[in-house]
């Protein structure tokens, strides 16, 4: 099964840009990713699927400001003009073998 | 629009079994592109998928979990349901569930959750 590896903590400044990573384990570069967010006290959101290729598909309401993209075994969520409301915990998420694998999840903070 | 609402006691006492249930509205879970999902998140901790079932009542479990794990679906009802044996303190979480989305190509399917219920806590304790 793979493995998938978030940084625990990252913040960005108000009105500027951050990019989380999400990164597969070896073997399982070309997987698929699903990015989730949960804000304080409430359930989580899906955001976008995301493939290998950098491919992504986004959830319904997800504003522009959020993307995806890949390199390698990393995929990446960038989102750009931070606002308050974005600090949250970020998850990463794949489907292998009939199971499901979560990433550790990254806090974001917004300065 | 879809929405899910998780149900059970918000109690449980330890050694007994966790029952919740997911209500659908807004749509079916017969529906043939979605498998259902049970996922929970410990106080203070990450996500932790349990299992889920298409509307036919087949299933996929988290490894760790499926030895008492149990998730049923009732069609008629449009619910589908989460059973959990043997619980001990290890076990109070917030219990969410999900639509799993299903994408096909040539020899390989993947799923993706796209509709999160609220949750619901359940604590273990005597």
């Known amino acids: 099964q793979p493995v998938l590896t978030q940084s625990s903590s990252a913040s960005a400044s108000l009105g500027s840009s951050v990019k989380l990573t999400c990164t597969l384990s070896?073997?399982?570069?070309?997987?698929?990713i699903t990015w989730h967010q949960q804000q304080p006290g409430k359930a989580p959101r899906y955001l976008m699927k995301?493939?290998?290729?950098?491919?992504?598909n986004k959830g319904s309401g997800v504003p522009d400001r959020f993307s995806g993209s890949s390199s390698g075994a990393d995929r990446y969520l960038t989102i750009s003009n931070l606002q308050s409301e974005d600090e949250a915990d970020y998850y990463c998420?794949?489907?292998?073998?009939?199971?499901?694998?979560f990433g550790g999840g990254t806090k974001l903070t917004v300065l | 629009q879809v929405q899910l609402q998780e149900s059970g006691p918000g109690l449980v006492k330890p050694s007994e079994t966790l029952s919740l249930t997911c209500t659908v509205s807004?749509?079916?879970?017969?529906?043939?592109?979605?498998?259902w999902s049970w996922i929970r998140q410990p106080p203070g901790k990450g996500l932790e998928w349990i299992g889920n079932?298409?509307?036919?009542?087949?299933?996929n479990y988290n490894p760790s979990l499926k030895s008492r794990v149990t998730i049923s679906v009732d069609t008629s009802k449009n619910q589908f349901s989460l059973k959990l044996s043997s619980v001990t303190a290890a076990d109070t979480a917030v219990y969410y569930c999900?639509?799993?989305?299903?994408?096909?190509?040539?020899?390989?399917?993947?799923?993706?959750?796209?509709?999160w219920g609220k949750g619901t806590t359940v604590t273990v304790s005597s």
């Open positions: 999900a639509r799993d989305l299903e994408q096909r190509g040539t020899g390989w399917a993947y799923y993706y959750m796209d509709v």
């Open positions: 807004g749509g079916s879970v017969s529906s043939g592109s979605y498998y």
């Open positions: 079932i298409y509307y036919s009542g087949s299933t």
């Open positions: 070896s073997g399982h570069s070309s997987f698929i």
């Open positions: 995301l493939g290998g290729s950098g491919d992504y």
């Open positions: 998420e794949t489907w292998v073998s009939h199971t499901r694998v």
